[in-house]
Nanobody
Framework: QVQLVESGGGLIQPGGSLRLSCAAS????????MRWYRQAPGKEREFVAFITTLGGTTTYADSVKGRFTISRDNALNTVYLQMNSLKPEDTAVYYCNAVWRQRGYWGQGTQVTVSS
């Protein structure tokens, strides 16, 4: 079965950096574009970043552009989100997402808290 497992979250001070990972299994990872989303308390889940199958194209939400970088390693079936210059408003649960055979899959999420 399809599994997505996020890791790498934690408590970080403003201006700091974190790298999130999402380990995928149960589908042909290299043939699937991947996305990161986040959900802050009391808010709807929002798009953060997208990467195509070979990593040649990436897109970002305006709120993270220039600070976050999405990447992938198809040999390891893993997608990453490098987050720099973190702000308190980046506090959220971060989820990776895959669409496989017309069905969307989500991981359990990893909490990122940006606070001094």
């Amino acid at each position: 079965q399809v599994q997505l497992v996020e890791s790498g979250g934690g408590l970080i001070q403003p201006g700091g950096s974190l790298r999130l990972s999402c380990a995928a299994s149960g589908f042909t990872f290299s043939s699937v574009a991947m996305r990161w989303y986040r959900q802050a308390p009391g808010k709807e889940r929002e798009f953060v970043a997208f990467i195509t199958t070979l990593g040649g194209t990436t897109t970002y939400a305006d709120s993270v552009k220039g600070r976050f970088t999405i990447s992938r390693d198809n040999a390891l079936n893993t997608v990453y989100l490098q987050m720099n210059s973190l702000k308190p408003e980046d506090t959220a649960v971060y989820y990776c997402n895959a669409v496989w055979r017309q069905r969307g899959y989500w991981g359990q999420g990893t909490q990122v808290t940006v606070s001094s």
